[in-house]
């Protein structure tokens, strides 16, 4: 329940890929929000064009959410709700949400999530790696010195290792991985729920060998054994 002259900020995970992963949960409270705030507006138009909503949109996204997250704070501050999703999965996790989420908390506006899709989980449950502990490591560092040292600090890490990469990084990333880690068991999962799902599991050396010369779009999500006790 909002507080008096509070509204309420709802976290609504949204699909990775298959349009029909939304809860009915979700579909009810982006049905009852005042506003939406999303990272890209046509690709929440799509999702709620599909389900017959029609609802004010707020564009938030990176690097622009510190312009508008004093726009979205007033709005709840009045009594407003406001719906926050990512272009896909769950907000907050590698995507523009955590200054919004942080910054409601502190002004004592209710935070509500509506959990649902999640790249992070829908792929290590499918990896076939050890779950009891996992590190989520978002999207990592480009520049390689800066890498090959996050890398090394890993090397005693004894959970599944879970990176988010853009497909072009995938081969160069897994290469400077098996030259740090050694050749550990790893999983890319790509295409999540979509009509191309694919998982791809091996040892490092044999998923370099298999990916080199690949053209591979979008994003992966790369899942890496911890180190061996």
Do not use: W
Request: hydrophobic share 40%; proline share 7%.
């Amino acid at each position: 329940m909002a507080r008096e002259g509070k509204g309420i900020l709802y976290i609504v995970a949204t699909p990775i890929g298959n349009l029909e992963d939304i809860t009915l949960r979700a579909l009810k409270v982006l049905e009852e929000v005042d506003y939406i705030a999303c990272e890209d507006t046509r690709v929440t138009l799509k999702l709620l064009n599909r389900y017959g909503l029609k609802k004010k949109l707020i564009s938030y996204y990176q690097p622009r959410e510190r312009s508008r997250l004093p726009i979205i704070l007033q709005l709840l501050q009045e009594g407003k709700k406001v719906a926050l999703v990512s272009d896909s999965g769950t907000p907050g996790i590698s995507d523009p949400g955590y200054p919004l989420i942080k910054a409601a908390i502190e002004a004592n506006i209710p935070v509500t999530p509506i959990p649902g899709p999640s790249a992070l989980t829908a792929s290590l449950c499918a990896s076939g790696l050890p779950l009891h502990r996992v590190l989520f490591l978002g999207f990592p560092t480009s520049k390689k010195g800066k890498l090959k040292r996050l890398l090394e600090s890993l090397r005693e890490e004894p959970g599944t290792m879970v990176f988010y990469l853009p497909a072009r990084r995938l081969v160069s990333f897994l290469e400077l991985a098996l030259e740090i880690l050694g050749n550990r068991r790893a999983v890319v999962a790509r295409e999540l729920s979509k009509i191309h799902e694919e998982f791809l599991r091996g040892k490092m050396e044999e998923l370099v060998e298999r990916l080199r010369g690949q053209e591979i779009k979008g994003e992966a999500t790369l899942l890496i054994e911890g180190c061996p006790e």
